[in-house]
């Protein structure tokens, strides 16, 4: 029994949104870099100035799994019918975004990322992240059928250059 | 338990200074998530998330200072301590206490950070007291932090009050 | 330097718990309750509270950044998250050289806990530094 409805196969491929960030701050650098490297020091390109702009970069660029996004969206277009019906962690909010009905499974885990990176994000840069529906696929796994979903997103810097491009997975079981 | 905490050492250390702490710039992020995190779930004021100019508990020696200076000469200030105060160099007996409590903090404002200020907090030894509680003599600690940004305005004075025995 | 097939990553490696899933959460606004509580871990079938995935890709991330140089560049990397970052793990980030063209690299990544259990398998594709 299929957890794929004709409804979910109908939406792959819709634009879903577009969401642009608050200017990314040294601040935002640093403290990424803090928590990833934690215990332990991160690398002075990311925490001092001086050493930053005597790199090649000419100044802070971010680690590159930064996420600008974090806490706050500068703004946020969703172009999906029922962006206002979305609950917090609720495993049906990619269907429910869609206005379409979910399959209704009960757990949810971030099934894995594949990324493809561009030119590296630094202080003072605007991203602009652009989202849409990926493909959905299922296996037989150790917790049951498993649903895989996938969510695609594009961002771009305010100079329209690539910065990265993801697939995130999306498992239910 | 001694007779008296009041000893000649803890008397002279009374007014000293003994540490200065440097922040980062403040950015515009700083701000917001700050407000972000302590008005949640609920949205924090427009100003803030603007960032117009920061919360008046704001901290921005979260996540660390740019810079810790020891302003004791008996201190080579390679050990950041946290509350600013290095009793070992100031030659303050070493107390068997049990426990060590915050017992308040008393601020007085001064001007708004903004967006671009340098925050400069120096630490000093303010008052010492002592008295008798059902779990023995008590010793009441209140030491003074006052930040000022980088054109010298105070933007906040603090008494942190602690408490042990 | 010279790279060749089978070469090893220095590995990137981290004991793991609240301590560093809090601050991962608190720059990444991550606060879900799998990660932070044990009950809410234990109903999704992993005995107790357990790491989130994103900070794993994070560390596959330092291993590189580390052996690449300043000039080298991380051009893609493709993970899973197959079993659990639960508490009391140390995870290792390791990476092995499986193709060299020119200065881009292409290696298998992946996370695995103190018995070499693997956790987050992939693949990345770096351009190594001057």
Same mark, same amino acid.
């Given at each position: 029994?299929?957890?794929?409805?004709?409804?979910?196969?109908?939406?792959?491929?819709?634009?879903?949104?577009?969401?642009?960030?608050?200017?990314?701050?040294?601040?935002?650098?640093?403290?990424?870099?803090?928590?990833?490297?934690?215990?332990?020091?991160?690398?002075? +390109?990311?925490?001092?100035? /001086?050493?930053?702009?005597?790199?090649?970069?000419?100044?802070?660029?971010?680690?590159? @799994? +930064?996420?600008?996004?974090?806490?706050?969206? /500068?703004?946020?277009?969703? +172009?999906?019918?029922?962006?206002?019906?979305?609950?917090?962690?609720?495993? @049906?909010?990619?269907?429910?975004? !869609?206005?379409?009905?979910?399959?209704?499974?009960?757990?949810?885990?971030?099934?894995?990322?594949?990324?493809?990176?561009?030119?590296?994000?630094?202080?003072? @840069?605007?991203?602009?992240?652009?989202?849409?529906?990926?493909?959905?696929?299922?296996?037989?796994?150790? !917790?049951?059928?498993? !649903?895989?979903?996938?969510?695609?997103?594009?961002?771009?810097?305010?100079?329209?250059?690539?910065?990265?491009?993801? /697939?995130?997975? +999306?498992?239910?079981? | 338990?001694?007779?008296?905490?009041?000893?000649?050492?803890?008397?002279?250390?009374?007014?000293?200074?003994?540490?200065?702490?440097?922040?980062?710039?403040?950015?515009?992020?700083?701000?917001?998530?700050?407000?972000?995190?302590?008005?949640?779930?609920?949205?924090?004021?427009?100003?803030?998330?603007?960032?117009?100019?920061?919360?008046?508990?704001?901290?921005?020696?979260?996540?660390?200072?740019?810079?810790?200076?020891?302003?004791?000469?008996?201190?080579?200030?390679?050990?950041?301590?946290?509350?600013?105060?290095?009793?070992?160099?100031?030659?303050?007996?070493?107390?068997?206490?049990?426990?060590?409590?915050?017992?308040?903090?008393?601020?007085?404002?001064?001007?708004?950070?903004?967006?671009?200020?340098?925050?400069?907090?120096?630490?000093?030894?303010?008052?010492?007291?002592?008295?008798?509680?059902?779990?023995?003599?008590?010793?009441?600690?209140?030491?003074?932090?006052?930040?000022?940004?980088?054109?010298?305005?105070?933007?906040?004075?603090?008494?942190?009050?602690?408490?042990?025995? | 330097?010279?790279?060749?097939?089978?070469?090893?990553?220095?590995?990137?490696?981290?004991?793991?718990?609240?301590?560093?899933?809090?601050? *991962?959460? $608190?720059?990444?606004?991550?606060?879900?309750?799998?990660?932070?509580?044990?009950?809410?871990?234990? $109903?999704?079938?992993?005995?107790?509270?357990?790491?989130?995935?994103?900070?794993?890709?994070? *560390?596959?991330?330092?291993?590189?950044?580390?052996?690449?140089?300043?000039?080298?560049?991380?051009?893609?990397?493709?993970?899973?998250?197959?079993?659990?970052?639960?508490?009391?793990?140390?995870?290792?980030?390791?990476?092995?050289?499986?193709?060299?063209?020119?200065?881009?690299?292409?290696?298998?990544?992946?996370?695995?806990?103190?018995?070499?259990?693997?956790?987050?398998?992939?693949?990345?594709?770096?351009?190594?530094?001057?």
């Amino acid at each position: 029994m299929s957890n794929i409805s004709e409804a979910m196969q109908a939406a792959v491929g819709t634009v879903t949104g577009r969401t642009t960030s608050y200017p990314i701050t040294e601040s935002d650098i640093r403290r990424w870099a803090l928590a990833v490297y934690w215990p332990g020091q991160p690398p002075a +390109l990311f925490t001092d100035r /001086a050493v930053a702009e005597k790199s090649i970069y000419g100044g802070f660029v971010a680690p590159e @799994d +930064l996420n600008p996004f974090a806490w706050l969206a /500068a703004s946020h277009e969703s +172009l999906i019918k029922n962006a206002g019906k979305l609950e917090t962690n609720n495993p @049906d909010n990619p269907e429910i975004g !869609l206005g379409i009905a979910g399959p209704g499974l009960k757990f949810q885990l971030n099934g894995g990322l594949s990324v493809q990176y561009g030119v590296r994000m630094r202080e003072g @840069d605007v991203i602009t992240s652009e989202s849409a529906v990926g493909e959905y696929s299922e296996r037989k796994g150790r !917790l049951g059928l498993m !649903l895989f979903s996938r969510s695609i997103s594009t961002w771009t810097n305010q100079n329209g250059e690539m910065v990265k491009r993801t /697939a995130g997975i +999306l498992i239910r079981y | 338990m001694p007779d008296t905490y009041m000893v000649p050492e803890v008397l002279a250390a009374i007014g000293r200074e003994c540490s200065r702490t440097t922040s980062y710039p403040i950015t515009a992020s700083d701000i917001r998530k700050w407000a972000l995190a302590v008005y949640w779930p609920e949205m924090p004021p427009q100003k803030f998330i603007d960032a117009e100019y920061a919360s008046e508990d704001f901290d921005p020696f979260a996540w660390g200072p740019q810079k810790y200076e020891s302003l004791l000469p008996e201190d080579d200030g390679s050990v950041i301590y946290r509350h600013g105060i290095n009793e070992d160099a100031l030659g303050i007996p070493k107390w068997d206490f049990i426990v060590g409590l915050n017992g308040g903090m008393d601020c007085q404002y001064g001007v708004r950070m903004h967006v671009g200020d340098v925050i400069t907090d120096v630490k000093s030894v303010g008052q010492w007291s002592e008295r008798p509680g059902k779990n023995g003599l008590m010793l009441m600690t209140r030491h003074v932090s006052v930040w000022t940004n980088q054109r010298g305005e105070e933007v906040k004075r603090t008494i942190n009050t602690g408490i042990s025995y | 330097m010279t790279v060749n097939i089978g070469d090893v990553v220095p590995t990137f490696t981290r004991e793991t718990g609240f301590a560093n899933w809090n601050r *991962y959460a $608190a720059v990444n606004d991550e606060f879900v309750p799998i990660h932070m509580d044990d009950a809410a871990g234990e $109903a999704a079938g992993n005995g107790g509270a357990f790491g989130m995935g994103n900070l794993q890709w994070a *560390y596959l991330h330092n291993m590189l950044r580390s052996w690449i140089g300043e000039t080298g560049e991380i051009l893609a990397m493709e993970v899973q998250f197959r079993s659990p970052n639960v508490k009391g793990q140390t995870i290792t980030a390791h990476g092995v050289v499986t193709a060299v063209e020119g200065d881009v690299v292409s290696l298998e990544v992946w996370t695995d806990q103190q018995d070499g259990i693997k956790l987050a398998p992939g693949t990345a594709t770096v351009r190594m530094g001057k």
